[in-house]
């Protein structure tokens, strides 16, 4: 009995212009002047509007393309790159100060590196790199989410963790309300 062999379904024209923003995403990167998807989205032949509402990133069908053609891993290394991008900085030190000890000083600092010291009239301005701290927080919470580490609940602890959800959710309820209406009677009073 011969095997059946599948037959790869042409792609439609939605999915090769889906199919086309990847590439232009990932030729983007290579040629060093990074897109993003909305740039792509239109590069790939849909209409401005269409690109910058974000809804080709909603669809099913991109979702599974993407899925398909980006690995976990693939983004994962792309956000380790990212949190090891340094942001420079400046400082001035004392003119007489040797560039030497001014290097030393700087470099003594886990992350910092020394980049050059240029002499003012009064000081050197000292340029050196730090690690992003906001680069670092956004790529590692972007990590968490495509490792799923966070959920939507939230853990109560105190006098509040003996009572059932309902009642969490009415005293919740019931000081909001209180916040809301004193918002309200201060903005009619000013008026």
């Given amino acids: 009995m011969a095997k059946k062999t599948k037959t790869k ?5 939605v999915a090769l212009k889906q ?3 990847l590439v232009n995403l990932r030729k ?3 040629d060093g002047k990074p897109m993003n998807t909305t ?3 239109e590069a790939a032949g849909y209409s401005p509007s269409y690109a910058r509402s974000g809804q080709i990133k909603n669809t099913q069908s991109f979702q599974e393309l993407m899925a398909e053609r980006i690995s ?3 983004i994962i290394t792309a956000e380790k790159r990212q949190m090891n991008s340094p942001h420079l900085k400046y400082d ?3 003119k007489d100060m040797a560039d030497s000890d001014i290097e030393i000083l700087i470099n003594s600092n886990e992350g910092y590196i020394f980049k050059t010291a240029h002499e003012t009239d009064s000081s050197k301005r000292v340029y050196y790199s730090v690690p992003d701290s906001v680069a670092i927080g956004k790529a590692l919470d972007r990590i968490h989410k495509i490792n ?3 959920d939507n609940t939230i ?8 009572l059932s959800d309902e009642e969490v959710e009415g005293r919740i309820s019931g000081i909001l309300s209180g916040v809301i209406g004193a918002f309200a009677g201060a903005g009619k009073k000013e008026e």
């Fill in 9 to 13: 379904k042409p792609l439609g024209r």
């Fill in 148 to 150: 799923k580490d966070y």
């Fill in 39 to 41: 740039e792509a989205a």
């Fill in 72 to 74: 976990q891993e693939d």
């Fill in 92 to 94: 001035y030190f004392p």
């Fill in 28 to 30: 983007s990167r290579e």
């Fill in 155 to 162: 853990t109560i602890k105190g006098k509040l963790d003996r």
């Fill in 19 to 21: 199919k086309e923003i």
